[in-house]
């Protein structure tokens, strides 16, 4: 059909937001009405949803189990819980607790209601091995503090990595080993502080830096050895220079970290990180086609729009992430795959067809509403339905949703096509992902109506302060293991501190094997820290700042693009052409 563009006020903030005709395009073929909420509120609404790394201590509620468990799910909720293996077996039904439609009351009330009576699995950790504290997490091997990880193994305190190995304090990191405090990289061995790297092996301090090898502070590099703060240097000068550090003092690596920071903002930046990508927009698209205002796509995505943390085989996505692979058609979405079709508002469904408002559904087909529900087809809300009363039941549960919709405490209106409301989320705002995304301060998230959680500053009896460990890494034995150490951060930033932390003997050895000296802060705070070295998930649209002299330009370059770098930004940001020119 022929659309035109329209501009509509989102119900939520009540700022303007434009459909764009292919917008429309996409909601006839799913079937769904437009959206009333803006990109940035419906974004915001599916995150807080999204718990990767807040983990809390509850009872399991399993019949016969009284242990304590660790959960994604806050002790607080009225929900019941149970251990994954508990939740997996065939002690339970998640069938009986289905119900008839409710033609009288709102569907997300009905939803809510079978939310609160069945079994939640504690963690979304599918086929782990020795790793209980990794959430959103499948098939990782004796790791600690994952999340949004797969496959990953003896890594520690990372956050959305995909294959990695003897790694810690990792974020969005591919296929990499022996790795440390990375931002954006991949295909790398013994690569550590280091930001959009690809490829480099034996390095430190790099940003922006592919295919290089023993190289040391250096930007915009490419297929380089022995370089130095970007100097080429010898094999011998190199070796003598990198031994004058010690690489096991913090108070090095401190200045260390300073120095690379004011280097970064010196260097060169690509107007977007993309790689094998054809007609898309976004940053850190690796292997995408007409990929649309996306972020971190990696591994075959095409036609996918306003969606981020997507990889392997994707196509027709809109509003979705993180945690999309293998699927088609999906819509507001999150951690949902592994040969989908058609997903619209599901979240943990997997080898599922015609999903929609479902959540840690598997192997099953025409689901709506259900809960927990494997290996069946045809049902609503956990009950199920023979194929022709299902096919006539579905339309008039639709239309019921536009007539008897769900009215938020703030007046926004939750018809069909909506996903669900964040005040019937399990977690507090600064729990989620829209915490790292969106970030907001206590007073301000409250205004907007969300929950918030307060830090608890006197939970741990702390043995030693930070800023009272030993200097360097040789000066600590394992005794480290037994103390509670105080945050540098004592609760005091913005960011997520949990105030003090424990060393494990396996970071301790990690720690000793790849030669870095004991953090400071809290995971909580080091996670924070690397989130602030991404830019933001958002576009503007900006003029290249190139005024050297090139081959299609004289004078200053007149090339536009989208960039994730907003225009009051320090940075010097090219065009791909100036950028190429400069770098290659
Ligand atoms: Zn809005
Ligand atoms: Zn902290
Ligand atoms: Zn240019
Ligand atoms: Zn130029």
Redo the contacts with the bound molecule.
Sequence with gaps: MDYKEETKVCQNCKNDFIIEPEDFNFYEKIKVPPPTFCLECRTVRRLTWRNEMSLFRRKCDAPGHDETLISFLPPEENLVVYDSRAWWGDSWDPMSYGKEYDFSKSFFEQWRDLSAKIPHQALSNANAVNSDYCNVAEGSKDSYMCSGAWKVEKTLYSNRILVTKDSADLYIVFHSELCYEDVICSDSYHLLYSLNCKSCVDSYFLYDCVGCTDCFGCTNLRSKSYCMWNEQLSREEYIEKLSQYNLKDYKTISELKNKFRELCLESLHRFSIQTKTVNSTGDNLENAKNCKNCFDLTDKVEDTKNSHWIAVNVKDTYDSGPGIGDAELVYESFDTGVGNYRSLFTSVVYGTNDAEYSFNCHGSSNLFGCIGVRNKKYCILNKEYSKEEYEKLIPQIKKQMMEVPYVDKRGNVYKYGEFFPTEMSPFCYNDTQAQDYFPLDKEEALKRGYRWRDKHTNDYAVTIKAQDLPGSLDEVDEQITHEIIGCLHEGKCADRCSTAFRITVEEFNLYKRLGVPLPRLCFGCRHDARLKLRNPMKLWHRQ?M?????A??EGK?E?EFETSYAPDRPEVV??E???Q??VY
């Design positions: 290249c190139c005024d050297k002299k090139h299609h330009h370059c090339v090219y065009c052409k100036c950028y020119a400069e």
